[in-house]
């Protein structure tokens, strides 16, 4: 009797991984045969990053790496206003592939009244933060990393809230919460990617029936870490990978049923790959 491998709905790119990648493909024919400078990662998958080196793509850490007039590309986590001006005087051929709902929020950033504080939940090492939080014209920006450290903020008559994009929505609202029981003219303005939401729940969901699960996504990927986390609570047996190739027959032993999930930068190839292993190694999905 085959074991049973369950498929979380959706699997696979977000929207704005999915308008990033379709960006550097439309510069490939508008430019043909010029190289494409991106800055950083364009997405957070060392499969997308390599198979865009494989076809002509740069990656630099800064604008300064960039030849003058250029054909260059900004990646979907945002980019700061000097990093901007950088690049005008650079003369580049450029486009900025930075994911819809992290434009909304610079520009929320940049509306705020400047003399209310600005709480901001997410890794300030991060950079959609590092854009966002640039955009923010807050005198007083308390950057915090969990819910505990709520206690050593300084006491606020009143505060604006966001938070990073991919962050796990169930610890955003509880943040939200605890700073609105403790913050008397407390403004709620943060906002998780609604598809990051329905792979986390669905992951949740998933993993409640489920001996073991699996997620599909490079380790420097901040929604795909948070995916195995919280795999990991309801199973207590959950795994990160990125491909195929690191799966091991040794995993899966004394586990019945297998659920899956994918970070919102995994490609479908990928997927696929991982799949026909399971498959290959005593699972059939089940719808």
Same mark, same amino acid.
């Given at each position: 009797?085959?074991?049973?491998?369950?498929?979380?709905?959706?699997?696979?790119?977000?929207?704005?991984?999915?308008?990033?990648?379709?960006?550097?493909?439309?510069?490939?024919?508008?430019?043909?045969?010029?190289?494409?400078?991106?800055?950083?990662?364009?997405?957070?998958?060392?499969?997308?990053?390599?198979?865009?080196?494989?076809?002509?793509?740069?990656?630099?850490?800064?604008?300064?790496?960039?030849?003058?007039?250029?054909?260059?590309?900004?990646?979907?986590?945002?980019?700061?206003?000097?990093?901007?001006?950088?690049?005008?005087?650079?003369?580049?051929?450029? #486009?900025?592939?930075?994911?819809? /709902? !992290?434009?909304?929020? =610079?520009?929320?950033?940049?509306?705020?009244?400047? *003399? %209310?504080?600005?709480?901001?939940?997410?890794?300030?090492?991060?950079?959609?933060?590092?854009?966002?939080?640039?955009?923010?014209?807050?005198?007083?920006?308390?950057?915090?990393?969990?819910?505990?450290?709520?206690?050593?903020?300084?006491?606020?008559?009143?505060?604006?809230?966001?938070?990073?994009?991919?962050?796990?929505?169930?610890?955003?609202?509880?943040?939200?919460?605890?700073?609105?029981?403790?913050?008397?003219?407390?403004?709620?303005?943060?906002?998780?990617?609604?598809?990051?939401?329905?792979?986390?729940?669905?992951?949740?969901?998933?993993?409640?029936?489920?001996?073991?699960?699996?997620?599909?996504?490079?380790?420097?990927?901040?929604?795909?870490?948070?995916?195995?986390?919280?795999?990991?609570? #309801?199973?207590?047996?959950?795994? /990160? !990978?990125?491909?195929? =190739?690191?799966?091991?027959?040794?995993?899966?032993? *004394? %586990?019945?049923?297998?659920?899956?999930?994918?970070?919102?930068?995994?490609?479908?190839?990928?997927?696929?790959?991982?799949?026909?292993?399971?498959?290959?190694?005593?699972?059939?999905?089940?719808?």
């Amino acid at each position: 009797m085959k074991k049973k491998l369950f498929l979380a709905e959706p699997l696979g790119f977000c929207n704005g991984v999915r308008l990033a990648v379709q960006r550097f493909e439309d510069m490939r024919k508008k430019y043909p045969g010029e190289l494409i400078y991106v800055l950083h990662e364009l997405v957070h998958n060392s499969v997308v990053t390599q198979s865009m080196r494989e076809k002509g793509a740069i990656f630099v850490n800064s604008v300064e790496e960039i030849p003058v007039g250029a054909v260059a590309l900004f990646g979907a986590h945002g980019v700061t206003t000097a990093t901007e001006e950088a690049a005008k005087k650079r003369n580049l051929r450029l #486009s900025n592939a930075v994911c819809p /709902l !992290v434009v909304q929020l =610079q520009v929320k950033a940049a509306r705020f009244d400047p *003399d %209310i504080p600005l709480v901001f939940f997410g890794d300030k090492q991060h950079p959609e933060v590092q854009s966002i939080l640039d955009h923010a014209v807050a005198h007083d920006i308390h950057v915090i990393s969990s819910k505990e450290e709520i206690d050593s903020l300084p006491l606020m008559q009143r505060a604006v809230f966001l938070s990073q994009t991919t962050r796990n929505a169930e610890v955003v609202a509880a943040i939200a919460k605890r700073l609105a029981e403790r913050i008397p003219q407390f403004d709620n303005q943060a906002h998780v990617c609604p598809t990051v939401q329905k792979h986390q729940e669905a992951v949740r969901l998933l993993a409640q029936t489920c001996d073991a699960m699996l997620i599909i996504g490079s380790p420097h990927s901040a929604n795909g870490r948070y995916l195995a986390e919280l795999a990991g609570i #309801s199973t207590g047996h959950a795994r /990160l !990978v990125e491909n195929a =190739q690191q799966l091991k027959p040794e995993y899966f032993d *004394d %586990i019945e049923t297998l659920g899956l999930g994918t970070a919102t930068s995994t490609p479908d190839s990928v997927i696929k790959d991982v799949i026909d292993w399971i498959h290959a190694h005593g699972f059939e999905t089940v719808q």
